[in-house]
């Protein structure tokens, strides 16, 4: 059964601090793997699409990673404003199968 | 690129009445659109996938007769909410994929709440 897992729940961090979030994922056939952003009250913000092993990908603070078996998302620096639940999903049977996602509080 | 409008961002209504839920692909073609709820502090749920021209296919445990979904053009899909009860009371959110892609971009969601 395709899965995807996400890790921490939840991370607080101070402004500057950098860290990165983890998302694992079993799935027969990989078809891309992709990061949202969701701020409260609103539909999730597409930020990368990652399709083989080795790939990465940046914008601004964010940079993405993926191997055989799970992707991080780094986060360099952040600030206040990267504050949001960040949310990783693998395309399965023309669905998307989703990661609970990792709120991230970032800390003044 | 890539941008989605849903209308209306947030309705009121009372118990009984019918919603209906508008979702745009400004800026591309969606051959394929689908529909979600969020209730606070949890997943998003896929409640149904409408191919443009076909009949919408729902998840298990949605009602197709309270959840009319029709996706008439390669840019526009509607969600009613017929009857609505407070129980149906959410966040509906929409998404559309073009053809080729498997990319999901998502509207801004509509908050619901029944009275």
């Known amino acids: 059964e395709d899965q995807v897992t996400q890790s921490p729940e939840a991370l607080r961090l101070q402004e500057g601090e950098s860290s990165s979030l983890n998302c694992s994922y079993t799935?027969?056939?990989?078809?891309?793997l992709f990061w949202y952003r969701q701020d409260p009250g609103k539909g999730p913000e597409f930020l990368f699409t990652?399709?083989?092993?080795?790939e990465e990908k940046e914008k601004e603070r964010l940079k993405a990673t993926l191997t055989k078996k799970e992707s991080f998302l780094h986060i360099t620096a952040p600030k206040p404003e990267d504050s949001a639940t960040y949310l990783c999903?693998?395309?399965?049977?023309?669905?998307?199968?989703w990661g609970a996602g990792t709120k991230l509080i970032i800390k003044p | 690129g890539a941008v989605v409008s849903q209308h209306p961002s947030w309705v009121i209504c009372k118990s009984g009445t019918s919603v209906k839920i508008e979702c745009r692909s400004l800026?591309?073609?969606?051959?394929?659109m689908f529909w979600y709820r969020q209730f606070p502090k949890q997943s998003l749920m896929l409640m149904a996938t409408?191919?443009?021209?076909?009949?919408?296919?729902?998840e298990q445990g949605v009602e197709k007769d309270k959840f009319l979904i029709n996706h008439a053009s390669l840019t526009l899909s509607t969600l009613t909410v017929t009857s609505a009860h407070p129980e149906d009371s959410s966040f509906y959110i929409c998404?559309?994929?073009?053809?080729?892609?498997?990319?999901?971009?998502f509207g801004p969601g509509t908050r619901l709440t029944v009275l």
């Open positions: 998404s559309a994929r073009a053809s080729g892609h498997n990319e999901q971009f």
């Open positions: 799935v027969s056939g990989l078809r891309g």
């Open positions: 800026d591309f073609q969606a051959t394929t």
């Open positions: 409408s191919n443009e021209g076909s009949k919408a296919t729902y």
């Open positions: 999903a693998v395309p399965s049977n023309y669905q998307l199968i």
């Open positions: 990652l399709y083989s092993a080795g």
